[in-house]
């Protein structure tokens, strides 16, 4: 296995896996081709795939916005998991963000999605008890829930 930084050539097998990982909250504009293109542009050091031969086994989508770092995406194929895969992934954004002056960083995650927030929970990712998350569409946006 191999981790590097992700490029934009990888948005089609990237996607495939996202699109087969139970719990992964996509959409049709920040997940589409124009839109990964558009933020790997913005965050060309922090997002990385594990590749297996020829196939992306994994992939984390990483980035920030100056202040704060934020792990949009991360997934790893069915059949890999359970061999640091994940964490590995992990450990390289996290370690590119410290790179770019990042001092906190913030997942978000379905409630209803167990194994997500296991691997979450392990890594010390915690719930902030004095923050509630909101979010404002301003564009129709079609939700892919996998």
Same mark, same amino acid.
């Given at each position: 296995m191999?981790?590097?930084? !992700?490029?934009? %050539? *990888? /948005?089609d097998?990237? /996607? ?11 959409? +049709?504009? +920040? *997940? ?6 558009? /933020?790997?542009?913005? %965050?060309? *050091?922090?997002?990385?795939? #594990? ?13 920030? +916005? ?7 995406? !991360?997934? @790893?194929? #069915? ?12 450990? /390289?954004?996290? &370690?590119?963000?410290? &790179?770019?002056?990042?001092?906190? @960083?913030?997942? !978000?995650?379905?409630k %209803?999605?167990?194994?997500? %927030? ?16 909101? #979010? ?11």
């Open positions: 191999q981790i590097r930084k !992700m490029l934009f %050539n *990888d /948005y097998k990237v /996607y495939t896996l996202w699109l087969s990982t139970p719990g992964m909250g996509l959409n +049709d504009i +920040d *997940d589409s081709e124009t839109g990964i293109k558009k /933020y790997l542009h913005r %965050n060309p *050091d922090t997002c990385f795939v #594990a590749e297996k031969g020829n196939e992306i086994i994994g992939v984390v989508l990483s980035g920030h +916005d100056g202040r704060r770092g934020l792990v949009y995406h !991360m997934a @790893v194929k #069915a059949s890999e998991r359970k061999r640091g895969i994940a964490s590995t992934l992990l450990e /390289y954004a996290i &370690k590119s963000l410290q &790179k770019e002056g990042i001092v906190k @960083v913030y997942i !978000m995650i379905f %209803n999605n167990e194994t997500g %927030n296991g691997f979450w929970e392990k890594r010390g990712f915690t719930i902030p008890c004095e923050s509630i998350y909101r #979010a404002r569409e301003i564009a129709e946006i079609k939700h892919i829930d996998t």
